[in-house]
Nanobody, 124 residues
Framework: EVQLVESGGGLVQPGGSLRLSCAAS????????IGWFRQAPGKERERVSF????????YYSDSVKGRFTISRDNAKNTVYLQMNSLKPEDTAVYYC?????????????????WGQGTQVTVSS
């Protein structure tokens, strides 16, 4: 059974930083593209960032480019999302997702596997 467990969310002031972690089990981690989506109240779930299985490809949405950094540690089966210069509009539940195919992160389809989400709140 594939499990994705997010951690690292919380309350932070505008301009602050958080690092999210996604620990994966039940899959051959090295073979999977792993990434993050987020969903704010009343809004659709949106792509944030993801990283390819070979660690040579990354994607960032325009809204987070230059502020967020995604990385992976294949030895620990974990993906990280370093979030800097946080803004109130970054407030959302952040979900980790995994799929064998990069295309399922960029197209109209969605990744096969999802975590339960972690809340990020940016507020003074």
């Amino acid at each position: 059974e594939v499990q994705l467990v997010e951690s690292g969310g919380g309350l932070v002031q505008p301009g602050g930083s958080l690092r999210l972690s996604c620990a994966a089990s039940g899959l051959t981690f090295d073979d999977y593209t792993i990434g993050w989506f987020r969903q704010a109240p009343g809004k659709e779930r949106e792509r944030v960032s993801f990283i390819s299985s070979s660690d040579i490809g990354t994607y960032y949405s325009d809204s987070v480019k230059g502020r967020f950094t995604i990385s992976r540690d294949n030895a620990k089966n974990t993906v990280y999302l370093q979030m800097n210069s946080l803004k109130p509009e970054d407030t959302a539940v952040y979900y980790c997702a995994a799929d064998f195919f990069w295309a399922n992160f960029v197209g109209s389809t969605r990744p096969d596997y999802w975590g339960q989400g972690t809340q990020v709140t940016v507020s003074s």
